[in-house]
């Protein structure tokens, strides 16, 4: 006989009382009545932030109708839910921590995936409603309780969007396998997540007469077309615009996704994080090469390695990307008649650069799973910092050549000048990241992320300061020696005092 | 073992001093040959892994010599360190690395050349049974395996001084047998190896000498007869194993 296990409730408490604590941790909090507190601090703030926000929705809602408003908002909220839940799904899957103990327990897969998928419902609706809930009670303090329908109609398309990422997750862990999977979510729920701004400059960059069309359509939509307010597309729309009748349908949908999602995916899920348990023995690697230990070249390429099997790594080299290509589109579309764009997009490449390299910098610094065994070696300290260095100037390099291109080809003088900066302000960032030790290994740096709050700031003020003197430079002046001297002194301010002791270069 | 006199000593250390507020090494002084096995042994917090550290040039000493081939450690790190290799108990490995790629930037930092780095990391990984792993990452690896791809990166760049400190944790019979034999062939080949464990058996089979280290001091040094003696001279036992050895000298704090 199979003795009565866990129920779902207690299950579900149990992921909750986890993710609480994960929360807390983030937060800083030691206690959870100072968790509580923070949160209701947030909150309190972000409430009277959706006052004025709020009143904007209602002159909007007397001019364009409350479901075109309700759309919009769902074209924005939607693909941040998927981006929330298909993290969710992964960490569910890869997250060993308990789910050995569950897998093994007389549990039935189904109630370990129900109570793992309704945590990460319950922390999406946290995460997005934190922010999008405020402005509703303000809508309905000021404009009718109708507002609050956004509620069920979030929480209907919450559960919908969890449901669709662990189909997603799982299907792509049958297509992938273990290891890729866990690439591939990240680097989609990075673009999922980035829609919005992937969105507003498609529609920059697409040509006017198309623009015009696609606002005329917008304002007067063809009946039975997508873009009809009463079409199948729009239901969200109508829910959360309080239509009684869609809004019934909107939840029984969710719901509906939801148990089904859960009572399919059930042995997928417990197949797959098992496989994910015993993945790594899986596949090779890579293929024989020739045996290259030339010093200087193996030690870049150790580093390339490192940085290439970083998933995480992939996702916010994409990212860093995304936001470039729109400053190379401004260039290229600016192409021609002066310099003066080429001008003001100087300071700007300056800064990216600096935050690319600091970004990379740090994560190939807390990838150094061996800067023990390292520093036994016979290298000098400097030698192995070099090193690093050049090894993160090539990416940063390779990601910014195009648009740096683009400055030179537009105005020669400007392009030299934002070459030099950009070149500085990233070496500058990337010696500060690795003077800077990391105190916690690396499995723990992906779960926090916990980058010193010190060394970000001083990051940023680097970034500032050589995206500053970019500026001054191209308009020929000689204040622009001031916020480099700052610079260099930011740098020597956090310069190791006793060297090799704590950071990672040798003794 | 061969003592070969005009050659200087693998490892010579005098006075050796080391305080994190408390004395961890006390005035340690240390001679080992090439070609000698030396067996470290210490109850926990004696102080061997510091020592260990020190000569690895991983921690600075507060005061004393540390000399490795007759060269000055403290003042001339990289060429001694060219010379040394450490092994640690938890083997440092990257994870996303591969050990064919792991070896290959272990010979990049001692600055070997490729086509000898080469030949060197086939023959050891063919030698540990890893040559079917060589492409695949470390992580998935056992602990066993992980160790054996650790010393597999000790011995690439061909070391005079070897150092390991707990070397056979996680390996199953056939593999510490293995070890155990390819360290026995680098002390013929005149590399001094020095090991710290606890496996009390270990030592008793393998070292030439061993040294009993407690509170930061050494305090006995020799042959496992040697050391009986030493621990036999207030009671009537001559037969007595390392284990009794150990913990009669350790209890009473001998100086040699």
New interface residues.
Partial sequence: MIPRSLSLARLVRHDLAISWRRLCGFLRAKTTTRALIVLGLASALLHLVAWPLALGLLALEARDGAVALDGLGFVIVLPWLMSQGLTGATRALYSRGDLDLLLSAPLPPQKILASRALSVAIESFGAVGMFLLPVANMAAILGGPRWLAVYPALASAVLMATGASFAATLGLFRLLGPKRTRAATQVIATLVGAWFVICAQIFNFIPEDSQKALRQALAHPAPGSWLDPQGALWLPARAAAAEGRALALWVLLGCGAFMLAVRALGPAFARGALIAAGEGRARAASRDGSFRCERAGALRRKEWRLLARDPYLLSQILLQSLYTLPVALIIWKSLGPNGSVAFSVAPALVAIAAQLSAALAFLAGSSEDAGDFVATAPVPPGEILRRKIEAIALPVALLLALPLAGVAFAAPRIGLVTLLCAAAGAASTAILNFWKPLENRRGDLIKTHAQNKLVGLVEHGLSICWALAALLLCLGSWTALAPIALALALLWANKPRAPGVKAFAPA | MTENVSAPAALRLRDLRKSFGKPAVDGLDLTIQPGEFYALLGANGAGKTTTLRMV?????PDSGEVSICGIDARRN??????L???L?DEP???????P??Y????????????GE??AR?EDLLRRLGLWEQ????C???SRGMRQKVALA?ALIHAPRLLMLDEPLTGLDAGASRLVKDMLAEQTRQGVAVVLTTHILEVAEKLADRIGIIADGKLIAEGDLGQLRRLSAQNSAERSASLEDVFLDLTARGVAA
Avoid: I
Avoid at chain 2, 92 to 98: E, G, N, Q, S, V
Avoid at chain 2, 134 to 137: D, E
């Fill in positions: 690895a040039g991983l921690l600075q790190p990289l060429e001694a360190k060219a040394t290799a450490w640690p440092l490995l990257y994870d996303k690395l591969a064919l790629e070896l290959e930037f272990v010979a990049g930092l001692w600055g070997m050349d490729s780095a080469g990391a060589r492409n695949q990452r992580e998935g690896f990166g």
